[in-house]
């Protein structure tokens, strides 16, 4: 089984950055689920449609979840030479700093509405 990127199907920001991971995933190490989709449920009950509706997911291969930033962190380090971009989100503390800085770019090109 592979890690299982969850993301929103009716955002474009969401579905145009997704198909660049795609395309980086050259090893296929990620498979890929808009939030949407009725699979959700059936596959990953601890997952909630209201937690997809606030952050991407990533499911990783023990069944471990990582939403937002973390998310991005742990798709990072399964694409070639993402492991280098993932480095400084590897730093305690970083993913403090980089939440907020996710959020806000949900709600200015994301699906989220801006408040």
């Known amino acids: 089984m592979r890690a299982t990127l969850i993301y929103s199907g009716t955002c474009v920001f969401c579905r145009r950055w997704m198909e660049r991971v795609r395309r ?3 090893n296929h190490r990620l498979d890929y689920l808009p939030f949407q989709s009725p699979e959700l449920a059936e596959r990953f009950p601890q ?10 997911h ?4 023990n ?3 990582f939403a937002g ?3 991005g962190r742990e798709i990072l380090r399964r694409l070639p030479f993402g492991w280098l971009w993932s ?7 970083s993913l403090w700093v980089a939440e907020p800085i996710y959020v806000w770019i949900t709600h200015r090109w994301g699906p989220l509405p801006r408040r």
């Open 58 to 61: 990533l499911v990783d291969e």
């Open 63 to 65: 069944g471990a979840v």
């Open 24 to 26: 980086w995933d050259r």
């Open 87 to 93: 480095l400084p989100l590897r730093i305690p503390g």
């Open 47 to 56: 997952v909630s449609l209201d937690a997809c509706r606030q952050r991407m």
């Open 69 to 71: 930033a973390a998310a």
